[in-house]
């Protein structure tokens, strides 16, 4: 009815987008727990695990502006559902490798690679969503709770693959990842539509809030830019460096943090674990949280400070933390503060997202495709270089490189203009098929 409360179901689809990062990430994040076992069964040296590490980052950031073109003509609902049973493919198939196999190090960068190509569309595909769903008032909360969902994926990934592989082996642990991506792919297709105009449960109220809350309201006919014109602005490509600059800290967590923890620091594995557990649950909170304060400080202070001013603050934050665990002696105290320095990193994640839907509309995701193709470059150089300036400079000036970037990317943040409007030069058309 018309005079009903507005519905909220675009919280809801916020909560199956977090459903669908979480398990984005279990997916993304299994190899770093597992990666001990493999390299056993199959000799591999830290050399060479670096480098099936990095296989991800390149594949998914190669493909992020693929992604992200895919999803500005398919919608999001088709888009991420489609990639969900492609990285559950690509995950089984990487425990398929009989142990022996002759170009071991290849047969898994290789399906690395594609597990990455799979899961590049996953924040095109959120945030080309959150372009037609969201109001910008409230798009700051929605992209922190979405990304919350790395945290939360990563924070239960050591101890769901530390059990099944003590108890049924490393194999049995990515078969279990890839089942939980085919089922997440299947409810977002049930559960999600492209805009709410679409989505039955949506009353007009909600859909009215909606369409006022989001310039050029009409979600349907969001204008699309053309590459020219994003790829002119300044402001795109500071926010493209910053989140490469970004990108470089969470990889280490991802990828080598584990390894780190059990080899140098002396951990078992159900203590390694536990540890490992705390960036990721804090990457968790931090990104909600920022999510929140950003659109608090919106409202209060203007979108310089709100968006620019909070990611800043957080990514200096967390350079700081960074810098000072590298330092302690204690297991302990370092984890607890490199967990704080993810943390404050995460601060800064809902603005990326939300500063690019804004700059976006109707190319959102390909624009997020493009920015998040930096952040991906950052996690790749990460993936190899951390282990090889560990093996020459000692895990301090590796954990010091990760600082520098952190501090370098939050200074770029001053730089950039939230209230940019690309022009569309008059690029208008439908993104999907009607409602229906």
């Known amino acids: 009815m018309d005079a009903a409360a507005p519905t909220r179901i675009r919280w809801i689809l916020v909560g199956c987008v977090f459903c669908m990062g979480a398990i984005s990430f279990i997916d993304r994040v299994n190899i770093s727990i597992a ?23 390149i594949g998914y950031g190669l493909f992020q502006i693929a992604g992200g073109w895919t999803v500005d003509r398919l919608g999001p609902r088709l888009t991420l559902a489609l990639g969900a049973f492609w990285w559950a493919a690509f995950t089984a198939l990487t425990a398929s490798f009989p142990t022996g196999i002759a170009y071991a190090v290849l047969a898994f960068w290789s399906v690395r ?38 945290g939360a994926g990563s ?15 490393w194999r049995a642990s990515f078969w279990v990842c890839a089942f939980l991506g085919l089922l997440a792919g299947v409810a977002w297709y049930w559960m999600a ?18 369409h006022e809350g989001i310039p050029h309201a009409d979600p349907l006919r ?36 584990f390894t780190y923890l059990t080899r140098i620091r002396g951990l078992d594995l159900k203590t390694a674990s536990y540890y490992t557990m705390l960036p990721f649950l804090l990457m968790s909170l931090g990104s909600a949280s920022g999510g929140w304060i950003a659109d608090r400080v919106c409202h209060r202070r203007g979108r310089k400070w709100g968006r620019c001013g909070v990611a800043a603050i957080g990514m200096t934050a967390s350079g700081i933390f960074m810098a000072a665990g590298s330092h302690l ?33 109707g190319s959102a995701g390909s624009l997020s495709g493009f920015m998040n193709m930096g952040a991906q470059a950052g996690s790749a150089v ?32 001053l730089l950039i203009n939230p209230d940019c409007v690309l ?7 439908s993104n999907v098929s009607a409602p229906s």
């Open 382 to 413: 990460t993936a190899i270089t951390t282990v090889a300036i560990a093996a020459h400079y000692g895990w301090t000036a590796a954990y010091l490189t990760a600082a520098a970037f952190c501090i370098a990317g939050g200074g770029l943040w």
């Open 329 to 361: 002696a204690s297991v302990a105290a370092t984890s607890i503060v490199l967990a704080l320095g993810a943390g404050s990193l995460y601060i800064a994640q809902s603005s990326y997202f939300a500063l690019s839907a804004d700059f976006g509309k």
């Open 423 to 429: 022009e569309s030069r008059g690029e208008e058309m």
């Open 155 to 169: 924070t239960f990934t050591p101890p769901i693959i530390r059990y099944v592989l003590v108890h049924l082996g």
């Open 113 to 150: 690679f594609l597990l990455g190509v799979g899961e590049s569309v996953m924040y095109p595909s959120s945030n080309r969503w959150v372009a037609n769903w969201i109001p910008t008032a409230e798009r700051g909360l929605a992209n922190g709770l979405i990304f919350a969902g790395v």
């Open 222 to 257: 969001a204008p699309r830019l053309a590459w020219s014109t994003m790829l002119g602005s300044k402001d795109v490509w500071i926010l493209t460096l910053s989140y490469f600059c970004y990108g470089y800290t969470p990889a280490i967590f991802f990828t080598w943090f």
């Open 193 to 210: 539509r492209d805009h709410p105009d679409q989505h039955r449960w949506c009353n007009n109220a909600e859909r009215k809030w909606i």
């Open 35 to 57: 990666g001990p076992s493999i390299a056993q069964d199959f000799h591999l040296a830290d050399a060479q695990m670096g480098r099936i590490f990095s296989a991800f980052f």
